[in-house]
């Protein structure tokens, strides 16, 4: 009986032990999935150096403004944890509650594949009129936009130099160890925009 307990004890300690990543407690109720995602890519856009906003309100065709004044994108923000049914790749839906966006409803789509950990930057021309895309498949004609930010410099008129003037005025406070899993990405990103606010 005393074993039976330690052992219980045991599992449960290992248990806590493990890092929580975001495949291991998917988020089930939608509205705070997306509002999840939406933070995530703030976060990835931010320790890429690039200005983004979340505008006041749920009502636009796009989640998140990326850039500085005279030269903003709009981009819709998705993510998807749905294997496609041959097992090759990820299904991620780009519409609206079974509606089509329309042209210039957003410039940019960033889709996030939750188990690879992998961001697509979608030109909004490449899925309009579609329902949904599959993505992380090897013949995909999507690959060439995995981890695509460099488009989003682009779109908002921010050169090569500025990302990484970005970076290296950042080096001096560098964190030491790399984060170990999605959480701590994520408050090493917080404490980033925290920084970048206070300047």
């Not at 993505?135 to 460099?150: D, I």
Request: hydrophobic residues 40%; glycine residues 6%; positive net charge.
């Amino acid at each position: 009986m005393v074993g039976g307990r330690v052992a219980k004890r045991k599992a449960k300690s290992a248990r806590e032990i493990q890092p929580k990543t975001a495949v291991q407690h998917k988020i089930a109720d939608k509205k705070k999935r997306g509002e999840w995602v939406e933070l995530r890519f703030m976060a990835e856009a931010a320790e890429r150096n690039l200005p983004a906003c979340k505008p006041f309100g749920d009502s636009e065709n796009f989640d998140v403004v990326v850039g500085r004044p005279g030269k903003f994108v709009g981009v819709q923000v998705k993510c998807t944890v749905f294997r496609s049914k041959n097992g090759e790749g990820y299904l991620c839906s780009v519409c609206s509650s079974h509606n089509i966006y329309k042209p210039g409803a957003f410039d940019f789509l960033a889709a996030y594949v939750v188990p690879e950990d992998v961001w697509f930057i979608l030109p909004a021309k490449e899925i309009m009129g579609m329902r949904s895309v599959s993505l992380c498949t090897p013949t995909s004609r999507y690959e060439k936009y995995r981890e695509a930010w460099e488009l989003l410099r682009e779109a908002v008129g921010m050169k090569e130099e500025d990302a990484a003037s970005g970076e290296a005025a950042e080096e001096p406070e560098a964190v030491e160890t790399l984060p170990r899993n999605a959480m701590e990405r994520m408050q090493m990103s917080l404490k980033f925009v925290r920084r970048q606010w206070e300047r």
